[in-house]
C-alpha cells in the first residue's frame, strides 16, 4: 500500500511538472508574439513618420507642378445664351399618344367601357396641358435668369480682355488661385495691378517651412532621425521658393490677360537699427509671357529656370539666402522700360488704373465736354451729370469710386474747360463714387474763380440744412426757399459762392441721403466746445419756416446725438422758438401745447403759425460764427489750386481704441483684427497699410472696400480716405461708441 501511494505521489507531481513546463512555454511563444507585434508597430510607425516626411518634402519642391486651369476669356465674352425651353408640352403629347393607341376590347365595347376609358383620356390631355404650360412658364422664368448670369459673364469677360484692373482684382479674390501656396504658410498681395502688366509680392513663411530634421528608415527598419545637412536644407528651400514664383506665374498668366508678371519673394525680418519689422527680398523676377510659355514644368529644376529670367537672387549653401536689391516692372525688358519713364508715374502704386496728369484743353475735348453739356438740359445755368458722364475726360474705366488723385484731377479737367463742378474733391478732399450726380456750371467769363473764406463752412450748413429738409425723402421747394433767405441774407456771398450753393444745393436735393451721412463726419470735425452753438444755429434754421414736422425733428435729434448734445437742450430751444398753436376746433383736443415735442407738424396741412421774427432774427451773428467754425475745421481753398502732397497734413487727435469689438458689428470677421490694428494711427503710409494686409493675410484693395461698405452703413461715412497716406477717420468711431 505505501508503494502504491508512493507511485501515485510521483505521477502526480510529474503531470504537475508537465503542466508547469507547458505553461512556461506558452508564455514564452505568447511573449515572443508580443516582441514580434511591437517591432512590427514600431516598423509601421517608423514607415508612417517616413512617409510622412518624404510626403512634406515633396509638397514643397513640387508646388510649381500643378497646372492650373486656363481661362479662355474671348470665348467666354462670346459664349451663346441657353437654349430657350422647347414649347411643345411632352405631357399634353403622351397623353394624345395614348388616347391614338388606345384600343377598346370586346368586353369594353359590350358593357360600354370604352367611352368612359376614352373620357379618361381625354382628360388626361386637358390636365397635361395645364401642367405643361405651368412648367413651361417655369423653364422660361429660369432661362431668362440664365440669360441674364449669362450676359454678366460675358460682360465680366470683356472688362477682363479690356484690361479692367478692378476685374483682375476680383478674379483674383473670388477664384483664390494660390490657395495652396497660403496653405504652405505663404501669403500674397499685389501692389501693382496694370492692365497688361503686375506686381506680386509673396512673403513666404522663413526657413521654418522645411523640417529641421530628416527622418530615414534603416535597413533594419528603424527610424532614423538626424539634423538635416545645411546643404541640403538650403537646396529645398530654395527650390521652395523658386517653385512658388513659378507657380505664382502659372496662375497669373492662366487667369489674367496680362503679358508681364514680376514676383518678389519676401520675408519679414527685424531692422536693428529702427527695431521695426521691415521686408528682405530673397528672389525678385521678372517674368514675360512668351518666355514663361515655353517652360516644361514636370522636367524643369526651379532655381535653375530662373537664369531665363531676368533676376536677382543670392544664396549661399550652407548659410542660406541674402536679400536683394527687387526689380521693377520697368527692368523686365527695354521696351518696356522706354514706354514707362514719365516721372510722374509713382514707383509703387496701388491696384487702380495710372491716372493721367492734368493737361490743357483741347480743341475737339472742349467740343464733346460742351456737347455733354448740352444734352443734360441745364435748368438755371446747372447741369446735373453723373461722374461716369464725365469719367473719359481722364480716360477713367467704370468703378465703384475714384481715388482722391483722380477725383481731384476730375475737378481741374472740369475747370479747365470754363466750368465749375459741385462737389469739388480739391475742397471736400473726398472722392466720387462712380454713379455720384454732380452739378456743373460756366464760371461768368472774366469773373474771379476764387471762393471767399467762408464758402467751405457755409456749404456744410446747407447740407445740414437740406438733412432736415429731405427727414420726408421730399424737399419742399418753399421750406428751401425758407433756409435760403433765411441763411443767404445773413452772409455777404459772392456771386461765386450763390453760384455753387444752388448748384450744391440741386446734387443735394437729388440725392436726398447725401447730407444725412454728412452728420457723423461733420460732429466727428467740430471740437467739442463748439458743438453746441451749430445745434443751435441748426434748430433756429429748422423753425424759420414756423413748424417742424416729426421727421425733421427726428433729424435735430440725431444732428444732437452725433453731436454728443443733450436732447433737453433741444426740447427747450424749440419751446422757445416755436409760437403755441391757436386751440383746436375740436371738442375733446386740448387747448394748447406747451411740450416742444407737441409743437411740431403732424400733418400734411399743418395749420399757419405766426413766426416770430425777432426771435429768428437774433441767429444772423450766430450763423456767422457757424460759418467761421466750420470753415475751419473743415478746411476751405481756392477752386483753382490743387491740394498739398496726402503726406503734408498732420492728424492728431486724442482718440482711445475702444475697449470691445461691438462697434465693428456687421463687419466681415476675418477684417476685425486688421482694422483693430489700423485705427491704432490716424494714417498709414501705402506700405505700412499693405504691410497689415499681409499681416492678416488679406488683400490691400478688399480691406479698403469692405471696411468701407461697412463703415458708410454703420458709421454714416467711410472710415478709410486717401490713397498715400491713407487716413483713418477716427471720430466716426468716436461717435457710434
Not at 502704386?349 to 464733346?368: C, D, W, Y
Request: glycine share 6%; with cysteine; net charge negative.
Amino acid at each position: 500500500m505505501a508503494s502504491g501511494g508512493k507511485k501515485v505521489l510521483k505521477d502526480l507531481a510529474a503531470a504537475t511538472r508537465r503542466a508547469e513546463r507547458e505553461a512556461r512555454k506558452r508564455q514564452r511563444e505568447l511573449e515572443q508574439r508580443r516582441k514580434e507585434m511591437a517591432k512590427a508597430e514600431a516598423r509601421q510607425k517608423a514607415e508612417y513618420e517616413v512617409e510622412l516626411f518624404e510626403n512634406e518634402i515633396d509638397r514643397l519642391l513640387s508646388v510649381h507642378k500643378d497646372a492650373p486651369e486656363t481661362w479662355n476669356w474671348k470665348q467666354l465674352s462670346e459664349a451663346p445664351d441657353p437654349a430657350p425651353p422647347a414649347e411643345d408640352g411632352p405631357l399634353e403629347k403622351a397623353a394624345r399618344d395614348a388616347l391614338s393607341n388606345y384600343r377598346p376590347g370586346f368586353f369594353e365595347n359590350l358593357f360600354g367601357g370604352a367611352k368612359k376609358k376614352i373620357a379618361e383620356l381625354e382628360a388626361q390631355i386637358q390636365a397635361g396641358r395645364k401642367n405643361d404650360a405651368i412648367n413651361l412658364a417655369a423653364a422660361k422664368r429660369r432661362h431668362e435668369e440664365d440669360c441674364a448670369q449669362a450676359e454678366a459673364q460675358r460682360a465680366f469677360a470683356r472688362r477682363m480682355l479690356d484690361g479692367d484692373t478692378d476685374a483682375y482684382i476680383q478674379a483674383l479674390t473670388e477664384i483664390n488661385p494660390f490657395e495652396e501656396i497660403s496653405e504652405l504658410g505663404a501669403s500674397i498681395s499685389f501692389p501693382i495691378v496694370e492692365s497688361k502688366r503686375i506686381c506680386v509680392r509673396l512673403q513666404a513663411r522663413g526657413e521654418s517651412v522645411v523640417p529641421a530634421e530628416e527622418k530615414k528608415l534603416t535597413s533594419t527598419g528603424k527610424l532614423s532621425v538626424k539634423t538635416m545637412a545645411k546643404g541640403r536644407f538650403y537646396e529645398i528651400y530654395q527650390r521652395y521658393l523658386c517653385g512658388c514664383a513659378l507657380r505664382i506665374g502659372r496662375e497669373l498668366f492662366a487667369l489674367l490677360p496680362i503679358d508681364l508678371a514680376l514676383i518678389n519673394v519676401v520675408t519679414v525680418a527685424v531692422d536693428s537699427r529702427t527695431g521695426h519689422d521691415t521686408d528682405e527680398t530673397l528672389i525678385s523676377v521678372v517674368m514675360p509671357r512668351n518666355a514663361f510659355s515655353k517652360l516644361n514644368f514636370k522636367r524643369l529644376e526651379p532655381p535653375a529656370s530662373m537664369e531665363l529670367f531676368e533676376h536677382r537672387m543670392s544664396l549661399r549653401k550652407t548659410s542660406g539666402f541674402k536679400p536683394v536689391s527687387p526689380l521693377t516692372l520697368e527692368q523686365g525688358t527695354s521696351q518696356e522700360a522706354a514706354r514707362e519713364t514719365t516721372p510722374a508715374k509713382p514707383a509703387s502704386k496701388p491696384a487702380s488704373p495710372q491716372v493721367p496728369e492734368a493737361a490743357p484743353a483741347n480743341p475737339i475735348a472742349a467740343g464733346l465736354f460742351n456737347s455733354l453739356i448740352v444734352s443734360k438740359h441745364a435748368i438755371d445755368g446747372v447741369s446735373i451729370l453723373k461722374i461716369s458722364d464725365l469719367a473719359p475726360l481722364l480716360n477713367l474705366t467704370e468703378k465703384g469710386r475714384l481715388t482722391i488723385k483722380e477725383s481731384r484731377l476730375l475737378a481741374e479737367a472740369v475747370e479747365r474747360f470754363g466750368c465749375a463742378i459741385e462737389p469739388d474733391a480739391r475742397m471736400t478732399k473726398r472722392a466720387y463714387a462712380w454713379t455720384r450726380d454732380v452739378a456743373v456750371f460756366r464760371f461768368e467769363e472774366g469773373a474771379s474763380r476764387e471762393n471767399s473764406p467762408g464758402y467751405a463752412g457755409m456749404a456744410t450748413l446747407l447740407t445740414l440744412c437740406v438733412a432736415i429738409a429731405a427727414a420726408d425723402n421730399h424737399v419742399d421747394e418753399e421750406e428751401m426757399d425758407v433756409f435760403r433767405n433765411c441763411l443767404e441774407g445773413q452772409l455777404a456771398l459772392t456771386a461765386l459762392d450763390k453760384k455753387r450753393l444752388i448748384a450744391l444745393e440741386k446734387t443735394l436735393i437729388a440725392d436726398s441721403s447725401a447730407g444725412a451721412r454728412a452728420i457723423v463726419r461733420v460732429a466727428a470735425s467740430v471740437p467739442a466746445a463748439q458743438r453746441p452753438l451749430i445745434g443751435r444755429v441748426l434748430a433756429q434754421v429748422a423753425v424759420a419756416g414756423g413748424h417742424v414736422k416729426k421727421e425733421e425733428r427726428a433729424v435735430l435729434e440725431k444732428i444732437y446725438q452725433a453731436f454728443d448734445l443733450p436732447s433737453e437742450s433741444l426740447d427747450s430751444l424749440l419751446e422757445e422758438l416755436l409760437p403755441a398753436p391757436p386751440a383746436p376746433r375740436e371738442e375733446g383736443r386740448q387747448a394748447s401745447r406747451t411740450n416742444a415735442s407737441d409743437s411740431t407738424e403732424t400733418s400734411d396741412s399743418p395749420e399757419s403759425f405766426s413766426l416770430d421774427m425777432d426771435k429768428i432774427a437774433s441767429i444772423a451773428d450766430e450763423t456767422r460764427e457757424v460759418v467761421s467754425i466750420l470753415s475751419e475745421v473743415l478746411g476751405d481753398g481756392p477752386s483753382s489750386q490743387t491740394p498739398p502732397a496726402p503726406s503734408a497734413p498732420e492728424l492728431t487727435d486724442d482718440f482711445t481704441p475702444p475697449a470691445s469689438d461691438e462697434w465693428m458689428e456687421g463687419l466681415e470677421t476675418a477684417l476685425k483684427p486688421a482694422l483693430k490694428k489700423l485705427i491704432t494711427r490716424p494714417e498709414w503710409s501705402r506700405n505700412d497699410f499693405n504691410g497689415i494686409a499681409q499681416e492678416f493675410h488679406q488683400m490691400p484693395l478688399n480691406i479698403f472696400d469692405t471696411v468701407n461698405e461697412w463703415s458708410d452703413e454703420a458709421l454714416g461715412d467711410f472710415l478709410l480716405e486717401g490713397e498715400d497716406p491713407i487716413e483713418v477717420n477716427r471720430g466716426l468711431i468716436t461717435q457710434r461708441d
